[in-house]
Each structure stands twice: as structure tokens, then as C-alpha cells.
């Protein structure tokens, strides 16, 4: 508030500045508040019991049959052929 009464031209301006810059404080407190509690029952806070239950589903589908398959991988011939003169085009 000091700096703003000495370095503007008016009152008017030194006014219009100052409740710009306190406005501007308060609306980081309370930005920085909420970010600071971000689990609650407010509309815009994280769901967590949500959260839980879709970390759990994903858990439970890690112990299915499937998952604890390791898929087999075959190269085509023609792929491998096509790979391997291009290794030794570039090599040259």
C-alpha cells in the first residue's frame, strides 16, 4: 500500500490499485485454502471412495487367469528379413 501511494498519480488510481492487489491476495488465500484440503464433501472435492473402488477393481482384474498370461510373440519372416537389411543398409 506504501509503494501504491507513492508511485501513483492520484488517489483515485492509488484506491483502484490497492483493492485490486488485496483482492487479488485474498483470491489466492482462499484458491491456495482449498487446494490444501482437497478431500471433503464439497462439490468440487476429490471422490475418493471412488477412487477406492475403481484402485480395487483394478487390482482384482490383475489376479484374472489372463493377466498372468505373458503373450507370446512371433516375428513374420518377411518382417524380420525386411528388418535386418535395413540394419545393414544403415550400418554401411
Known sequence: VIVVS???KS???AAMTTFFLVTAYWVLHYIAA???HP???DP???DVEEMQCRFNRT???LLSPLSQKVPSFK???HCVSASVGALASAAI
Open 6 to 8: 507513492v508511485v501513483a
Open 34 to 36: 482449498e487446494i490444501d
Open 44 to 46: 468440487n472435492d476429490l
Open 75 to 77: 516375428p513374420r519372416s
Open 39 to 41: 478431500f471433503g464433501d
Open 59 to 61: 487390482l482384482i482384474s
Open 11 to 13: 488517489p483515485y488510481m
